[in-house]
């Protein structure tokens, strides 16, 4: 027998037994793979779409402009839901502000809540309201209302500032920035105010 002759009967058994060698690889393949259960599933998210096509929110949104006096006002809040009613208008949760003046001064804000009034360019806060004055000042109070388009701060309800100078307390306050003197801030304590000096060593 020749070796043309071998390698020719080679060639047509090795046509007969690879796919033979094929068949059985695949269908071992299929009786040794594991039953997938859809209970184990990987979840990838637990949200209800329902609940959010019912009630838009928005994710850590961020608000930036600047007031009628130079000064550059930016918000971030935790999360945010506009009014449906107003679409102008929205409730925010977790909110972060900064209040940058024209000579560079920086005020932090922090609340727990905010309401936007779109129409009265208006923000509303409530929840433990803190304002930090570039002067080393903390100011406290429960409820406080913030213009967007002019530096006006109002506390309807008692505030408590500590600062270099002492402690004050007051039934409100007022923080704005007068026409006639702009860079200047004029803040204003009503009610019963009491101021505890304590003087720096």
Not at 21 to 48: G, K
């Amino acid at each position: 027998m020749s070796d043309l002759d071998t390698h020719s009967r080679l060639i047509a058994w090795l046509k007969i037994v690879l796919p033979l060698v094929a068949l059985v690889i695949l269908s071992t393949l299929f009786l040794v793979a594991r039953v997938i259960d859809p209970e184990q599933a990987i979840p990838y998210a637990d949200v209800d779409v329902a609940e959010r096509l019912r009630e838009p929110r928005m994710t850590e949104p961020t608000y930036a402009g600047v007031t009628d006096d130079g000064s550059a006002l930016t918000l971030v809040a935790a999360e945010a839901r506009p009014d449906a009613s107003d679409p102008r208008s929205g409730e925010a949760t977790a909110l972060v502000g900064t209040l940058e003046t024209p000579d560079g001064g920086k005020t932090a804000l922090t609340a727990q809540k905010a309401r936007l009034d779109g129409t009265a360019r208006r923000i509303d806060l409530s929840g433990g309201v803190q304002i930090v004055s570039p002067a080393g000042w903390q100011v406290q109070s429960e409820k406080m209302s913030a213009m967007m388009d002019v530096t006006e701060v109002t506390a309807p309800t008692p505030v408590r500032a500590e600062g270099p100078a002492g402690v004050v307390t007051a039934d409100a306050m007022t923080l704005t920035s007068p026409g006639e003197t702009k860079g200047r801030y004029l803040l204003v304590f009503n009610g019963n105010v009491k101021l505890v000096y304590q003087p720096s060593n």
